[in-house]
C-alpha cells in the first residue's frame, strides 16, 4: 500500500489538477507537474527579476490593469487553481466561487503547504497572486464583471478585504511562476511608455465625467484657436 494522504492534501491537490489547453503558455504547466512529483523546488522557469528597476515590489491591482487596457478573461478547459497566465495584452485566471468556506479553506491549506516540506506552496502564490491585484472593492468588481470571481458572501468590500487578511505574517515564494514570470511580464507591460501615458489618461479624465467634459472643451477651443491661426496667416498671405 502507498503512502496515506491528509485529507486537506487530497483537496489541495484536486484544484490543482493537471489540465493542458491549446492557448496553454509552455512551462505553465510545470506547477502542477510537481505538485505530484513532489520536486517543485526544482522546476525551470525563466530567470526574470520579481522587482522594479528602482528595486520596488511589482504592485499592479486590477484596476490599474484595467487601465492599461489589461482584459480579464477566464481560463479555459482547466480545473487548476494556478493557471494564471498573461499574454498579449489578455491575463486569464481560472473561475472561483467565494462564500463562508473560503476563507477557512485556503488558511488551512496555506498552513498545510508552510509546515508540511516538499508540499509545494501553489495555493499560498495564488492567494498572494490575488492579493496583489486585489487592493479595494473597484478590484473585485473589475474580476467580478469579467467572469473571474463570483461571490456568495455579499459585498466586494467583503471579498477585497478576505484576500487582503488571508496573507498577513506570509511570506511568498519569489521563485514561484506567478511572482516571477506572470507579475514580471504584466508589470513590463504596464511601464511601457505608450500604456502607461494610456493609463493615466484613462484615471485622469475617464472615471469623471466633469474632467472628460473639460477635456473634449480644452481640445475644441485648441482646435478653434488653430483654426483661427491658419486663416489670419492665409488672408495675410493670399488676400482677396
Known amino acids: ?8 492534501d487530497l483537496y489541495r491537490k484536486s484544484l490543482l489538477t493537471i489540465c493542458m489547453h491549446e492557448n496553454q503558455p509552455v512551462g505553465a504547466s510545470s506547477i502542477t507537474k510537481n505538485v505530484n512529483s513532489g520536486d517543485h523546488a526544482k522546476a525551470k522557469r525563466p530567470m526574470m527579476s520579481c522587482t522594479t ?6 504592485v499592479r491591482s486590477a484596476m490599474n490593469l484595467h487601465e492599461s487596457r489589461i482584459k480579464f478573461k477566464k481560463s479555459t ?18 473561475v472561483v466561487v467565494i462564500d463562508d468556506t473560503t476563507e477557512s479553506t485556503l488558511l488551512n ?16 502564490s495564488y492567494v498572494f497572486f490575488m492579493d496583489t491585484i486585489i487592493d ?13 470571481l463570483q461571490s456568495a458572501i455579499g459585498s466586494d468590500k467583503a471579498v477585497a478585504k478576505l484576500f487582503n487578511e488571508l496573507t498577513k505574517d506570509v511570506t511568498p515564494d519569489p521563485e514561484s511562476w506567478l ?23 484613462s484615471h485622469t479624465y475617464f472615471q469623471n465625467p466633469w474632467a472628460l467634459v473639460s477635456l473634449l472643451a480644452a481640445v ?19 488676400p482677396k
Open 1 to 8: 500500500m502507498g503512502p496515506s494522504l491528509h485529507a486537506l
Open 53 to 58: 528597476r528602482s528595486g520596488e515590489d511589482i
Open 77 to 94: 478547459e482547466t480545473c487548476n487553481l494556478t493557471d494564471i497566465w498573461f499574454k498579449g495584452h489578455t491575463l486569464r485566471l481560472p
Open 109 to 124: 491549506m496555506m498552513a498545510f503547504e508552510r509546515f508540511h516540506a516538499g508540499a509545494g506552496n501553489e495555493i499560498t
Open 136 to 148: 479595494s472593492p473597484d478590484d473585485v468588481k473589475i474580476l467580478r464583471s469579467s467572469g473571474v
Open 179 to 201: 511572482v516571477k514570470v506572470v507579475q514580471t511580464q504584466l508589470d513590463e507591460y504596464c511601464r511601457n511608455k505608450w500604456h502607461e501615458w494610456r493609463a493615466n489618461l
Open 220 to 238: 475644441l477651443l485648441l482646435a478653434l484657436t488653430i483654426s483661427q491661426t491658419f486663416y489670419s496667416i492665409y488672408g495675410y498671405y493670399k
